[in-house]
């Protein structure tokens, strides 16, 4: 069936897709597509994107979100159609090296990669995908005497929750607004968003899931400790309540993507010590500018 590129982003297309072909095999999740989006904030209109649909659905996206990067998602039960992504890509990226990111997993994809002179990148950085079941609820983990750990109650959370992750990630977004827009996706819950709060009032640590009913997959995204407060267990109790909460809405497994590797240990080594286990990376395939 023949396919039509449109130019642009439809991001709640490109989650309808990702729910519908989820597996392991996946590199994308739908909740982390809802957050990606999102969280970007006003960053996210300089993406060079597009759509493709056929047959009345959506069944592939891509983003280039510098000159010469490639991120994508393509049903390759479609012939011929990652070939089409990549001629999209190539085309809007004549004189740059070339970088396309994708799971191990991903065979069909890679395959084609390499087929069109890609070759992967040793250099780059580590990206694991972690996973773990979720057979019942763990128990709570104890929190340092005087935090206290909560769920978002609302809005109002909005900006404690976004002063956060620009603090664990150094980044200059979210903005209380650009949190807002995460709480108003419809497959956002407070019940999965928890945080902890310091005995001075500061938001310390924070986890975020996105709950898959389809697969009953639950993705964590994002997770982070203010540097003021590491290593006093604050992202473990925040990740296992969150996995407590997705449990009783009916989650049977959980993942999580981390950097990996000697330069930063800690998002491993925290997922690890609540039970994930990895099961995939990602792979960066690269072919010089022509
Ligand atoms: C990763 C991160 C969330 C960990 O937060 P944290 O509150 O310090 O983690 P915890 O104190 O709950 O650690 C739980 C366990 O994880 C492991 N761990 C955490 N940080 C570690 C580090 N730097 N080195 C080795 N092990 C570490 C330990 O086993 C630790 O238990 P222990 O302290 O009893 O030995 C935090 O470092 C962070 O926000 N980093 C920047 C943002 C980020 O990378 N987030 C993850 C996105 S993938």
Redesign the pocket.
């Known amino acids: 069936m023949r396919s039509e590129m449109t130019q642009g982003a439809d991001p709640a297309a490109a989650e309808e897709l990702a729910g519908r072909l989820w597996s392991w095999s996946s590199r994308w999740h739908p909740g982390e597509l809802a957050w990606l989006w999102r969280a970007t904030g006003p960053g996210a209109a300089g993406w060079r994107t597009a759509t493709w649909r056929a047959g009345g659905r959506t069944v592939a996206w891509a983003r280039s979100t510098a000159p010469g990067r490639l991120d994508l998602q393509a049903d390759t039960g479609h012939d011929g159609l990652v070939s089409a992504v990549l001629d999209w890509f190539e085309d809007g990226a004549a004189g740059h090296d070339l970088a396309v990111t994708v799971l191990d997993r991903e065979s069909s994809l890679l395959e084609v990669l390499l087929s069109r002179g890609y070759s992967p990148d040793d250099d780059a950085p580590s990206f694991l995908h972690l996973r773990r079941r979720l057979a019942a609820a763990s128990p709570p983990a104890p929190l340092p005497p005087g935090y206290v750990l909560r769920a978002v109650a609302g809005v109002q959370d909005g900006d404690a929750r976004a002063g956060l992750h620009r603090a664990?990630?150094a980044t200059p977004e979210p903005t209380a607004a650009t949190y807002q827009a995460v709480m108003a996706h419809p497959s956002y819950r407070a019940a999965l968003d928890r945080f902890v709060v310091a005995p001075d009032g500061t938001p310390a640590?924070a986890a975020l899931g996105w709950l898959d009913e389809r697969s009953g997959v639950l993705a964590l995204e994002?997770?982070?400790?203010h540097p003021r407060?590491?290593?006093?267990?604050?992202?473990?109790?925040c990740v296992l309540a969150v996995l407590g909460a997705a449990v009783e809405l009916g989650a049977t497994h959980a993942r999580?993507?981390?950097?990996d590797g000697a330069a930063?240990?800690?998002?491993r080594?925290?997922y690890e010590?609540v039970g994930f286990r990895p099961y995939a990376r990602n792979v960066r395939l690269v072919r010089p500018a022509r």
């Open positions: 664990a990630f640590a994002p997770v982070g400790t407060f590491r290593r006093r267990g604050l992202a473990r109790a999580v993507c981390a950097r930063d240990p800690a998002p080594a925290t010590a």
